[in-house]
């Protein structure tokens, strides 16, 4: 077993650790990059109400934001919702199919 001082083992760290800063400041990374241009999709559970209402209607005004998709178990709250975001596929309660339990 190698016996390391503790001033080297600080002193290796500090350098190791600015080596990578170093290499992380030249582009290289380990995550992956993000398309700045991208946009957001969004499938809504809960179209009205105070919550499913609320955020729809505040995350949709984000200009990089589609809403996708409706789901609701009210058909009519779904109908309401079907006027607003009319290029969205919706679901309902009558076509979500149940497992057994």
Not at 9 to 31: D, E
Not at 33 to 54: C, H
Not at 67 to 83: N, P, R
């Amino acid at each position: 077993m190698i016996i390391l001082p503790r001033r080297d083992f600080i002193r290796n760290s500090a350098v190791f650790g600015a080596g990578l800063s170093l290499f992380s400041c030249a582009g290289v990374s380990s995550t992956p990059s993000i398309n700045k241009n991208s946009r957001v999709r969004l499938l809504s559970i809960g179209v009205v109400g105070t919550i499913g209402g609320a955020d729809l209607s505040q995350l949709a005004q984000h200009p990089k934001l589609d809403v996708v998709g409706l789901c609701d178990v009210d058909d009519a709250a779904i109908a309401s919702a079907k006027e607003k975001y009319a290029k969205t596929v919706q679901f309902t309660s009558q076509n979500l199919q149940c497992l057994p339990a």
